[in-house]
């Protein structure tokens, strides 16, 4: 049996390190060649010396430079270090690869992502932005490569394994499931003076802060409805979603004949991580979930009303590929800026709204085009932004 060669993109993030303890649980199956961290440089550092990859990249030329130092004067040799955009593209097309895992944040990863997929690399799909800001050109690409795009993110990897239970065509709805986050039962009257430190608490899983707090909007889901959409090919309408607290079921797929299948499984994203790199073979795992201290699976619909993001996110899907942009683009501005602590939780939603009432339709065709696009939003959300904090 022949070892994969993996590139890792984002590999000092959660799914990142998550997928690192893949590798070494199973070493006679994978092994990482390449890696693409941001700005860790100590975490990166530790990630050389332990698996020795043949190139690594860091967001910028100081911190490359930094990187390079740290291993020459630790003894570490025969790693190249690059850096930006260009070294994350390195990175996921060097020639030895053979599967891509994509774990980048936003849609710094989407260039990566999307020339790993023009190289002919199988992926494992973490970072939904890219599929949201470019998911049409992303899908044609990977047609056309006759490349597996194998989605890693919780729902979309469960609503994968439910798929292999049916036809495309038998297929009538899908159902997403969503933790409703720290604030499922929180008093509206108090949105208003959540923190971040409330905001980044989730109930279920531990994940990087940007998907945190996304979760915690809602908008996570509603990012995940236009994943859906493109990844399986189906229109907003027939992407549900149910709020089911306990994240045991990762999602379902109702068929034509009133079955409907789940995946359950522990909140761990090493298993769909194993699944995508694994696929089409299911390889022996401990990641087992303990079905006798199974009692109670519940759901719930969202609400709207406490959760506008999800709202926005279905305008967004039915108003079309500028609007996905711009709905990721004002998010990814809002949710730092949140952080920050320069606008409230609530002007999380109120920029993204702003931004796409400001938004035309539009349908971008290259992915410089995606790139001009989500500058435009980033630069409107700022506005949007900043005129909320000067009232804030
Ligand atoms: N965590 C989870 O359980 C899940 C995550 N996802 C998706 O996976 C992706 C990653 O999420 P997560 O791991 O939680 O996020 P983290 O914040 O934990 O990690 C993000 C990774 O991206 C790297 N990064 C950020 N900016 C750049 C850049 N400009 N160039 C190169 N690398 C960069 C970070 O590097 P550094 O830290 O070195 O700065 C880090 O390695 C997101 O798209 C998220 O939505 C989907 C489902 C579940
Ligand atoms: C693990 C994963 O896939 C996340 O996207 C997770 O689902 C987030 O939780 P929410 O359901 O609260 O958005
Ligand atoms: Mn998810």
Redesign the pocket.
Known sequence: MSVKKIAIL???????TSTLSICESFPDRFQPVSL?????LD??VAQCKQWRPRLVSM?TEELADQLAARLRSEGVTGIDVVHGTAG?VAVATLPEVDFVVS????V??LEATYEAVKAGKDIGL????ALVAAGELIIAEARRNKVALLP???EHNAIHQCMRGGTAAEVKQIWLTASGGPFRSTPLDLFASITPAQALKHPT?V?????TIDSATMLNKGLEIIEACRLFDLPPAKVQVTIHPQSTIHSLVEYVDGSILAQLSVTD?RLPILYAMAYPERIPSELTFDMKSLSQLDFQQPDFARFPCLRLAYEAAEAGPAHCIALNAADEIAVAAFLEGRIPFLGIPRTIESVLQLTKPGHPASIQAVLTADHEARQLAREVALGQAATH
Do not use: F, L, P
Request: without cysteine; positive net charge; hydrophobic residues 40%.
């Open positions: 984002g590999s000092t993030g959660s799914i990142g693409a961290a941001g700005r860790n975490v990166a967001a994350t774990a980048i944040v936003g710094s990863g973490a970072n939904k932005e890693i993110d919780s899983w994940m990087g802060q940007r998907i994203m």
